[in-house]
Antibody, heavy 115, light 107 residues
Framework: EVQLVESGGGLVKPGGSLRLSCAASGFTFSSYSMNWVRQAPGKGLEWVSSISSSSSYIYYADSVKGRFTISRDNAKNSLYLQMNSLRAEDTAVYYC????????WGQGTLVTVSS | SSELTQDPAVSVALGQTVRITCQGDSLRSYYASWYQQKPGQAPVLVIYGKNNRPSGIPDRFSGSSSGNTASLTITGAQAEDEADYYCNSRDSSGKGVFGGGTKLTVL
């Protein structure tokens, strides 16, 4: 069974940093691209970043480029999102999703940026 | 940057057919994926590619595309189909983009 479990969310002050993790199981993690998608409270989905299976291709939304860094460790079956210079507008549930099409999603982890 | 436009809300009578649309320039080159999201839950992929359903998705869900418009059709809508629906695609630079979402009400 494919499972994606996000962790690392929490309350952080504006300007702070946070590192999200997504633990994958039930499939060959190294064969799949991965994505981070977020959803602000009461709002729609927003694509954040994608990384190819071997990390050769990485893409970011303009809203996070230069502040967020996506990475993966195929040996640990894990996906990461390093978030720096956080802003109030980054407050959202952050989901990891498998493959460009997003065929499997985790349950999300809440990031709250507030003073 | 690429944008995908969806109607904010659509309603359908129980058992009838409803089409949810998504418009954007990137759809001329890339297929849309469609997701269903119910309150408090993670999104679920319902359609991807030309018209592919993941395992477990009922065959009343189908997808189509023409020009800059992608459509998700639910034939014989059920009460459990009431949810938010989002389209998603990529632009030529590889960046992803979601539509604003359509709230489907089943009457």
């Amino acid at each position: 069974e494919v499972q994606l479990v996000e962790s690392g969310g929490g309350l952080v002050k504006p300007g702070g940093s946070l590192r999200l993790s997504c633990a994958a199981s039930g499939f060959t993690f190294s064969s799949y691209s991965m994505n981070w998608v977020r959803q602000a409270p009461g709002k729609g989905l927003e694509w954040v970043s994608s990384i190819s299976s071997s990390s050769s291709y990485i893409y970011y939304a303009d809203s996070v480029k230069g502040r967020f860094t996506i990475s993966r460790d195929n040996a640990k079956n894990s996906l990461y999102l390093q978030m720096n210079s956080l802003r109030a507008e980054d407050t959202a549930v952050y989901y990891c999703a498998r493959e460009w099409e997003g065929d499997y999603w985790g349950q999300g982890t809440l990031v709250t940026v507030s003073s | 940057s690429s944008e995908l436009t969806q109607d904010p809300a659509v309603s359908v009578a129980l058992g009838q057919t409803v089409r949810i649309t998504c418009q954007g320039d990137s759809l001329r080159s890339y297929y849309a994926s469609w997701y269903q999201q119910k309150p408090g839950q993670a999104p679920v992929l319902v359609i991807y590619g030309k018209n592919n359903r993941p395992s477990g998705i009922p065959d009343r869900f189908s997808g189509s595309s023409s020009g800059n418009t992608a459509s998700l059709t639910i034939t014989g809508a059920q009460a459990e189909d009431e949810a938010d629906y989002y389209c998603n695609s990529r632009d030529s630079s590889g960046k992803g983009v979601f539509g604003g979402g359509t709230k489907l009400t089943v009457l």
